[in-house]
């Protein structure tokens, strides 16, 4: 037989810790603060420890209360997930998807067909969203995300790596025969979503390529008119700019190498870059357990391989 606490007295005493205080808690657990304080002494006579200090006015965790507030909270919250996800299991068919948005707009969404065909039965939500995924709040099954990893608490997969390379209007292309010819042009930058460091723009690029093939020295160092040009919040916007030739991109083959297989864009010269960071496929351990999510990300790595044996060479 497990040994545990009175669970009621444990959640008056993860909201008191939460708002530092018995009465905000009685109000979110709709009780009064009395009745806190009561299950919060019930909860310290049952461990031996106190978890507040408790002043005229106010309440405070003491050292051993700060401890257990921290695993408690981390427990609680796994218990949610793993509840919400027992909750849903069988009555949902429904899988709640998350990618920033020129993932989803340049490389999954032209995929998720094939899903469907495969996986009639199977309702997709697709969110297209850029901030850290709170997955019990925002009741999400899958997230996929450009980062390093690891990521504490949540079964992690590498999905997709980028090479960086030059594109623009095949109109465009035709007339570049240089990594140098590109200074000519309008160069199409993006404030990458979210912004992340060391993330391959124009100075990295041309930086690249003369450490690679000791071309176009005056740009070793590179000058202040390769941060000048249009500025797009998002890559699909940059990448609509370079098909409708407005300028030269550089751009990740993973958003850019459909458009330049269906001859919306070409690759201008220039060698490609490896990028700092990955596409990471996302979920809880309650959520994959899910027969739906089980599917949609088995399908997923599936087409991530299929890209990466065919669909990713963009070299001239």
């Known amino acids: 037989m497990l040994r545990l606490p009175p669970l009621a007295a444990v959640r008056a005493f993860e909201a008191a810790a939460r708002h530092a205080s018995f009465s905000r808690?009685?109000?979110?657990?709709?009780?009064s603060p009395g009745a806190v304080g009561h299950q919060v002494r019930q909860l310290e006579d049952w461990l031996g420890v106190m978890l507040f200090a408790r002043g005229p006015r106010s309440v405070a965790l003491t050292e051993a209360g700060r401890r257990y507030f921290g695993e408690v909270r981390e427990l609680l919250q796994e218990l949610e997930r793993a509840s919400l996800a027992l909750k849903d299991h069988g009555a949902s068919d429904e899988v709640t998807v998350t990618a920033m948005p020129s993932f989803v707009t340049r490389w999954l969404m032209p995929r998720l067909g094939s899903f469907r065909e495969q996986h009639p039965a199977v309702e997709v939500r697709l969110l297209a969203s850029v901030p850290p995924v709170d997955?019990?709040?925002e009741r999400v099954d899958v997230a996929i995300r450009l980062g390093t990893g690891p990521y504490a608490g949540l079964e992690a997969a590498p999905l997709l790596r980028e090479t960086y390379w030059p594109v623009c209007s095949p109109a465009m292309a035709r007339r570049l025969r240089a990594p140098r010819d590109l200074l000519a042009q309008t160069l199409l930058h993006d404030e990458h979503e979210p912004r992340i460091p060391e993330q391959v723009d124009w100075p990295r690029w041309f930086a690249a390529q003369e450490a690679a093939h000791k071309a176009a020295r005056q740009v070793a160092h590179p000058p202040a008119a390769l941060r000048q040009g249009l500025r797009f919040s998002h890559s699909y916007l940059t990448l609509d700019?370079?098909?409708?030739?407005?300028?030269?991109a550089v751009a990740s083959d993973v958003l850019a190498a459909d458009a330049v297989r269906q001859g919306l864009l070409a690759v201008a010269p220039g060698t490609g870059v490896r990028g700092p960071y990955r596409y990471w496929l996302l979920t809880t351990r309650a959520a994959a357990a899910r027969p739906q999510v089980g599917a949609f990300c088995d399908w997923l790595r599936a087409q991530a391989r299929a890209f990466a044996r065919t669909g990713r060479a963009l070299a001239t």
């Open 241 to 248: 700019a370079a098909a409708a030739g407005q300028g030269v």
């Open 135 to 137: 997955f019990a709040a």
């Open 25 to 31: 808690a009685g109000e979110e657990l709709c009780v």
